[in-house]
Nanobody
Framework: VQLVESGGGLVQAGGSLRLSCVAS????????MGWFRQAPGKEREFVAG????????DYADSVKGRFTISRDNAKNTVYLQMDSLKPEDTAVYYC????????????????WGQGTQVTVQG
């Protein structure tokens, strides 16, 4: 199983980025997918999650109204659209797969990508 994130980078506060995560080696449509992030010196935290078909989504309070998770099962890809970015959004962002329903707990996830760096300059 491999999850590969892309789309990170350096952006000014108020800007946007779109992260992608392409999955291989698993039946993508059978897995809930989540996005997490980890800033230096901090624990990994839940950002957003989507159910198998994307009908059910969940967001951390800190990103509600600014971030949108979506998935394209035909492309084995999950996305994270990030708008109105803030310096506190700076972190390494990871996608992860969960054979059960989406969870906010990192240890519930089965597979993880290598992460992509997002840096927001204020």
């Amino acid at each position: 199983v491999q999850l590969v994130e892309s789309g990170g980078g350096l952006v000014q506060a108020g800007g946007s980025l779109r992260l992608s995560c392409v999955a291989s080696g698993l039946t993508f449509s059978s897995y809930a997918m989540g996005w997490f992030r980890q800033a230096p010196g901090k624990e990994r935290e839940f950002v957003a999650g989507a159910s198998w078909m994307g009908g059910n989504t969940d967001y951390a309070d800190s990103v509600k109204g600014r971030f949108t998770i979506s998935r394209d099962n035909a492309k084995n890809t999950v996305y994270l659209q990030m708008d109105s970015l803030k310096p506190e959004d700076t972190a390494v962002y990871y996608c992860a797969s969960d054979i059960k329903s989406p969870s906010i707990r990192p240890y519930d996830y089965d597979y993880w990508g290598q992460g992509t760096q997002v840096t927001v300059q204020g």
